[in-house]
């Protein structure tokens, strides 16, 4: 009879013992096995993030295995077409009676003896970018320049490890350009002021004018 | 039936022998209330604005009120010391105290209750934890367990006590087959409750300052070494208010236990040292706020240094045979330990667990005054309802309240 | 004041008490007592009775020789009594005859809202009810309308994040948006976002590392990490909570119902990323701050006492959108995306730069990876 009881309890303890030691989530070994395995089932969500690209207007480009979307350049630039002022011989729009129009440019990228303005322009072409070995790149395709020195970045930007991706994250992907951020004549960040400051620095700061 | 009877008439012969007493104790009871009162006004504060009141933050999101708690779990936790004797291996001499051990097991037990209540940012929604009606999250969390075990120790510590102070109260004898499994059901339970609130802290690998093996053997000790601490001042004030007659005998033995546990206690605080400093690694950092302050942080250090130096004390003293047996020099002694392992079972186990903080922040912790006032107020409650517990116990174990049959 | 039948289910006998009392508890003998007044709002009703029941408690227990400051009493005990009665108060409001259309329709929300389930255990049905009541609630409330879905998880979908440690210059424009984008409590600035400054060449020293830079960004020699809640695959917080407040939804996403949260902070406790938050006190965001596209497990208006924490802005990444720290970054060091998308940008990341996480030996599977160029 106590025998009995003993076993009972002890069947008891030991199903309350299992229960507790189940895991629900024992499918899978680690995240890694988990992404690996349901990605194979993985079949296109219905949504788009088109509606989220506002008025962005963009194009498709394909590099190497990446298909994706851009932000157009050519009607963003202000004064584009640039032959309908470069008619003349630069030399001649350099003259002081003619009329500035991006004289202020300030070559702030690499040193003078890897870049100056022809790297990228040509002046018998103004309208198009030429490439180190003198062929012709659109302005919507300016990345292409970049990607000549910048290779690793190119890399980076075309898996989307780098770059702002634009919308949403379901596709069709977009991405900013290399010039939707960086200023190609001084591409490097400047330093700024943060948007806001910390809790803490705050309250310390007001102690401070208290004193 | 006629049980129903009983137990009317039981209830209102303990109301009356609860609100009538000496002068002393109506003293006792009406500073008692006033404390409460002024714990139930700061605890409105509190309802109103909010735990912004209170000195957590989200650095150090738990304070005085879980300090308390698993400090209170462990002196629930102790009653189980005079249980196991009593009940179990038949030693009479425990018979008196166990009645009052099991009285303040029941008031810890509501103490900590409380005292979860009061660390709730919705205490109105805490139906939610109700099994049943809301979700219970069983096994998963350490906390359903917590309460399963709290509330299970507090159903036993109140139906063992009250079925043999029933009995009594008629005049009969109680029948031993009905509350051994119960004593025997307890004192596993006792280890239980402890076991499971160090696991609570124990399981967090987001805080390494708790995640170590030897927080539940350790809370364990200083539970059976606090516990009875308070149990032995408990039976010299009752033996010193009232008739209730406890030998010499009883304290001694019950004083033995006190010295074992805070022995064992200090082996493995010398462990715990031992770990942390000899070779100090990044999981070291609380420790070393703990005991020597970090950054120029030290809020701690008085409370731990006094906390080690007042259980060392103590614990010599009460290592040496003749030393413990005079009454005087063992109250002493229990009242440093209790001390003692309050503030480190307390304060000095929750707060640092939070310091430095997971991206090494350190934000120092300090009670409010409205935290403080709800805290004794809690304190003041547990004392209320011990009192209650421990007069009617003690009226009906001299005989003074008995049933009488109506004609 | 007997026609009025303010408290039909609920009669809590005060109207007998006041009677035969003879004063109410505003303390005053003589008339212009507002308790006596016919005229009184719902809410003033309330006070006025809850002040009468105090006051013959008053005279019986003498609380005035422990309490001197009257008002102090008697406004704690009011405070007692009223929570106490808000379930109370809402049966009787919304049985009421006398009571307007609106306040009886939002003492009916209340009533249902204080006692619904848990939102991970409720049908597609039930979850539009609730949000349909807190719509309906707040435009009763404040006249203006929000919108808030309850929009589940999307068949595959595992929505993971990458951070840029060599992007990142500190701007805190992230921070900024998502504060704007969750309605977070501007009194207490609380953040999900942190960002901290770090040393070259020390390594990962968050102690050394400082969240509270107060000056140009980014600084000469340092680094700039940022930390939120990290979605973990195996959230220690989930396991932790005793009522399953929180819980990881199918998309990954790590999400809270603050309404049936208990405030118990037990989770707060087990993040080892410190990705929680807690209400301290009650979060308040300036009416025209208010984003009013929302979500139930996103970025409503919470309340106090309740935890919150970064959803990958639910409402926002749900319909398919980055979530307002991506847009925000200037920089483009936040990477959002599908992680089971083989084509995702996410998983480009992951297979093809050198990914890392932090505290990555607690078992946690955070997803959210840090990266460098």
Known sequence: MNRKKDIYILACLFAVTFYSCKHGEGEYHSLHDKIEAESKTYHDTTMTSEAFFNDIKTIEITEGVHTFLIPERKGQIKSYACIECHTESLDKLKSKDMKKAHWDINLVHADKNTMNCATCHNGNDMNNLNTLTGNTVDFNSSYKLCAQCHSSQFEDWKGGAHGKRIGGWVPPRASFTCVNCHNPHSPSFETRWPSRFNTEQIEESHEGLAQ | MRRLKVFRSLVIDSIDATTKGSRKYNIWMGFLTFIMLVGMYCYSIQLDQGLSVTGMSDRVSWGLYISNFTFLVGVAAAAVMLVMPTYVLKDIDFKQAVLIGEGLAVAALIMCLAFVVADMGGPSVLWHMIPGIGVFNFPNSMLTWDVIVLNGYLFLNISIPFYILFRRYQGKVPNPKIYIPGAVLSVLWAVAIHLVTAFLYQGLQARPFWNNALLGPRFLASAFAAGPALIILVLAIIRSFTDFKIKNKTINKIALIVTVAAQINIIMLISELFKEFYAPTHHSESAYYLFFGLDGKTALLPWIWTAISMNVIATIILTFKKLRENLSVLYFCCFLLFVAIWIEKGFGLIVPGFIPGPYGKIVEYLPTKIEVGVTIGIWAMGAFIFTILAKTAIGIELGKIRYKKKS | ?373
């Open chain 3, 1 to 373: 004041m007997s026609d009025n039948k303010k408290w039909y289910s609920l009669d809590l006998n005060f109207k007998k008490k006041k009677e035969t009392s003879g004063s109410c508890g505003c303390g005053k003998t003589s008339g212009g007592c507002g308790s006596h007044n016919n005229e009184m709002t719902d809410d003033a009703f309330l006070e006025a009775a809850v002040n009468a029941s105090i006051g013959d408690e008053v005279r019986k227990d003498g609380f005035d020789q422990v309490f001197d400051v009257k008002m102090d009493r008697r406004s704690a005990f009011k405070k007692l009594t009223a929570s106490l009665l808000i379930g109370a108060g809402a049966v009787s409001t919304s049985c009421s005859v006398v009571t307007g259309d609106d306040s009886k329709e939002k003492a009916q929300i209340d009533w249902e809202e204080q006692f619904k389930g848990n939102y991970k255990l409720m049908s597609d049905k039930e979850k539009k009810g609730t949000v349909e009541r807190l719509m309906r609630s707040y435009e009763l409330r404040t006249g203006k309308n929000i919108s808030m879905t309850s929009e589940n998880a999307k068949e595959d979908v595992l929505f993971g994040y990458a951070f840029n440690i060599s992007k990142c210059q500190g701007y805190m424009d992230c921070v900024n948006a998502c504060i704007e984008e969750n309605n977070q409590d501007r009194n207490s600035q609380m953040q999900y976002i942190r960002i901290h400054e770090m040393k070259d060449g020390n390594g990962f020293k968050f102690d050394e590392a400082d969240d509270n830079y107060y000056h140009e960004v980014p600084a000469e020699g340092h680094f700039y990490m940022g930390t939120q809640c990290f979605h973990c695959d195996n959230p220690p917080c989930v396991e932790v909570c005793p009522v399953q407040a929180t819980w990881r939804e199918d998309d990954g996403l790590v999400v809270i119902d603050y309404d049936w949260c208990v405030g118990c902070r037990y989770c707060m406790a087990a993040c080892p990323y410190d990705g929680r938050r807690f209400n301290w006190s009650k979060p308040e965001v300036p009416e025209a701050e208010i984003n009013k596209n929302q979500h139930y497990l996103g970025n409503r208006m919470r309340k106090k006492g309740v935890m919150e924490k970064c959803t990958f802005c639910v409402q926002r990444s749900r319909k398919g959108q980055n979530p307002a720290c991506v847009e925000a970054c200037p920089t483009g060091a936040r990477i959002f995306g599908n992680l089971l998308d083989p084509n995702s940008t996410i998983r480009w990341v992951l297979e093809n730069k050198k990914v890392f996480r932090l505290k990555e030996d607690l078992g946690t599977e955070p997803k959210f990876w840090y990266f460098m160029d």
